[in-house]
Structures are given as structure tokens and as C-alpha cells.
């Protein structure tokens, strides 16, 4: 089958298309004919070497987590799937090595869910991990309907999602972005601030009793913000600040969920949550695509198609 790979960390011009073996099934898991995969900024990350010290590695990597696709065979005593079914789905194992920038993927079953029908293929696959990850810190810190929260870097890929999520979940939103995008987090429902200096007073013109919860989408320093922002400090979490544990927030790594995943199937197929696929490039274009994300610039999402 045709992949995209990198046999050692370095650039996005390390990337390759290679023929390589159909990947093995075995009990468990199921054999994905990919659709479209997407491509997230851990991606990129992972080729460059950032995350050497807590993941395992084994070159050469097919990258990739995310996945939508159609179930093509099952394993040993796999029944939660069958052929010709379509699931979309965070295809994390224990090691990094046969991901999901490829025609074809063997996925362990507790990664995947059924696809969302109100979605296509690429919007598909442009949702689960940051899907997972901004449904994941909401949880994380026990929101309620009829609380309040503040998304850090709302307008972003996971930010956009915790703001439809959070919004659909009942709760008042507020969140932060350049002024360029404050239009659009009104459109998903969010009240929006401007980030930077004077941040918390912003904030506290919007919400002068404070908020019930606070989310870090971006790690530039601000959990001490939300913190003083916050009822209680022990409702806050970021995905990028790795210091937020010692400084008394939870600090989030994003788990596959067959649960979560359904949970934002249904959403989606709702009509309550919205993927944007800003950029669908072919699965030979990978290289554009990592530095697409690289650059930072892009609202939507950006995924591979195959």
C-alpha cells in the first residue's frame, strides 16, 4: 500500500511516499480503508523530536492519528465492527509507528466509533483528536449545565470545538481570540475577549463574580489568569502548559474514547457541532500540509485525503 513516512526526526522535507505491506489485524482491531486522515500539529511535532521523552518512537513512522474510513476486514474475535462499516476515530497506540497517513490502518476497536453521517469523510477526520481533547477538558473539570467557562485561544481548531461543545452542553462561554476573529466565536455562541494584556479585567467586565471553569488551548503563561479567574483554582486545565500540575491545574493529554468519540458523532449529526476543513490536500501533498499547520494560520481544520 502507498504510505507517507520519515525514517528519522527532522522537517516536513523528510517526508516520503513509500510502498510498504499491508498492516497486520489482529485481535481487536480493524483493518481501515482510509478516506481522509487529519493532520494536527502533535503530527509534526512528533517527526521534529519534541516528544522523544515520553513516547516510543520506531522509525521508520507512518504518521497520523486521525482517521475516517471504511471498515475493509476484522480480526480474531473482533465483533464491534464489520465489513463496509464507516468509523472515524483517534488512532493512538502504544508506540508511534504505523499511523494514519496511509490507504490503509489497522485500528484497535476502543479508538474508533461510527462515523458521523452529517459529516463527510474529511470533515470526519478533521474532528476526533482536537474533538476529544476540548470534550475531554471540559469533563476533566466537571462543567455543568448552566455554569460558566473560559476558553483560552477559542478560535483555534480545539478551542472551536470546546466552544460548540460547551455550548451544546449548556453552559455560557466566553473566550478568548485576536479581535479578527471575535465575529466568528459569536457565530458558535461564545462571548469573545481579547487576549493579551488586561485580560482578567476584560474578563471581569463580561463576569465581575468570576467564572466556574477555565480551559488553556494555548500555553503562552496564562493559567495563573484563569486561576484568579475561577471560583475554585482547582477547575482549570491546559493541554500545553506541562507545568500546570505544579502550579495546581490539571494538565490534559487526550485519550481514544469509543464513548467520547459517539458522544461527538452525535453532536455532529445534531446539527450542534461544526468541522471546518479549511485545507484538503492529497495524501502525497503531507509535507504542505505539516507546514501549513506549522505556520499557524489556519482557522479550520487541514487534512490528507487518500
Known amino acids: 500500500m502507498k504510505a507517507i513516512a520519515y525514517s528519522a ?7 516520503t511516499v513509500v510502498d510498504v505491506p499491508q498492516p497486520k489485524v489482529g485481535p481487536g482491531e480493524v483493518l481501515v480503508r482510509v478516506k481522509a486522515a487529519g493532520v ?5 511535532k512528533l517527526a521534529a523530536g519534541y516528544l522523544d521523552p515520553i513516547l516510543e ?5 507512518i504518521p497520523g492519528w486521525d482517521v475516517a474510513g471504511v471498515v475493509e476486514a476484522v480480526g480474531p474475535d473482533t465483533f464491534d465492527f464489520a465489513v463496509g462499516d464507516e468509523v472515524y476515530g483517534y488512532v493512538r497506540k502504544e508506540w508511534v509507528e504505523l499511523g494514519t ?8 476497536v476502543r479508538t474508533l466509533a461510527r462515523k458521523p453521517r452529517a459529516l463527510t469523510f474529511e470533515q470526519a477526520a478533521g474532528l476526533p483528536l482536537a474533538g476529544l481533547t476540548a470534550y475531554q477538558s471540559l469533563t476533566r473539570v466537571g462543567v455543568r449545565a448552566g455554569e460558566s467557562v473560559l ?10 470545538f470546546g466552544v460548540q ?3 451544546a452542553l ?3 462561554v466566553i473566550g478568548t481570540a485576536g479581535a479578527h476573529n471575535h465575529d466568528y466565536l459569536r457565530s458558535l455562541g461564545a ?6 494584556e488586561g485580560l482578567a479585567d476584560r474578563v471581569r467586565e463580561l463576569a465581575p463574580e468570576g467564572v466556574d471553569a477555565g480551559l488553556d488551548f494555548f500555553g503562552d503563561g496564562v493559567i495563573e489568569t484563569l486561576q484568579s479567574l475561577v471560583r475554585r483554582r482547582d477547575r482549570v486545565v491546559s493541554i500545553a502548559d506541562y507545568e500546570a500540575a505544579a502550579k495546581g491545574a490539571h494538565q490534559l493529554w487526550v485519550r481514544p474514547d469509543t464513548a467520547d468519540l459517539t458522544f461527538l458523532a452525535e453532536l455532529a449529526d445534531a446539527g450542534k457541532l461544526a468541522v471546518n476543513v479549511e485545507h484538503a490536500l492529497p495524501l502525497a501533498e503531507a509535507a504542505k500540509a505539516w507546514e501549513l499547520s506549522a505556520a499557524g494560520r489556519t482557522r479550520g481544520k487541514i487534512v490528507l485525503t487518500v
Not at 526526526?9 to 517526508?15: K, Q
Not at 518512537?57 to 513512522?61: F, M, Q
Not at 497517513?101 to 484497535?108: G, I, M, R, S
Not at 462571548?191 to 493579551?196: A, I, K, Q, S
Open 9 to 15: 526526526y527532522g522537517t516536513p522535507a523528510s517526508l
Open 40 to 44: 494536527n500539529p502533535v503530527d509534526w
Open 57 to 61: 518512537v520506531r522509525h521508520p513512522v
Open 101 to 108: 497517513y496511509a490507504e490503509l490502518v489497522a485500528a484497535p
Open 151 to 160: 476558553i483560552h485561544s477559542a478560535a483555534g481548531g480545539t478551542g472551536s
Open 165 to 167: 461543545i460547551a455550548v
Open 170 to 172: 449548556g453552559l455560557r
Open 191 to 196: 462571548e469573545p475577549v481579547l487576549y493579551g
